[in-house]
Nanobody
Framework: QVQLVESGGGLVQAGGSLRLSCAASGSILSINAMGWYRQAPGKQRELVAVIPSRGTTTYADFVKGRFTISRDNAKNTVYLQMMSLKPEDTAVYYC???????????????WGQGTQVTVSS
């Protein structure tokens, strides 16, 4: 199985910054794309950013120029550097990975438990 654990969330003032981390562990065979999604109360979960194993990163329009996604394949970790945070960025942020494990040899989507990001005005 694959476990994803997010960290780095918290409470910040508008205009501040946070750096989220997500470490994948377990019987990992390989990981393709990794990404971040978020869900605010009463809203659908939405894509924030995705970084594939190859190719260019993808960002939602509402975070372009403010957020940066990166990954460290040696550590099976994906990061989200968030700057110029706005109150509307308040949400639970979830880590996602398209991965294979010995118990699930086909690629599938794995999710973390989420980390709360709250931006005060």
């Amino acid at each position: 199985q694959v476990q994803l654990v997010e960290s780095g969330g918290g409470l910040v003032q508008a205009g501040g910054s946070l750096r989220l981390s997500c470490a994948a562990s377990g019987s990992i065979l390989s990981i393709n794309a990794m990404g971040w999604y978020r869900q605010a109360p009463g809203k659908q979960r939405e894509l924030v950013a995705v970084i594939p194993s190859r190719g260019t990163t993808t960002y939602a329009d509402f975070v372009k120029g403010r957020f940066t996604i990166s990954r460290d394949n040696a550590k099976n970790t994906v990061y989200l550097q968030m700057m110029s945070l706005k109150p509307e960025d308040t949400a639970v942020y979830y880590c996602n990975a398209d991965a294979r494990s010995w118990a699930a040899p086909s690629f599938r989507s794995w999710w973390g438990q989420g980390t709360q990001v709250t931006v005060s005005s």
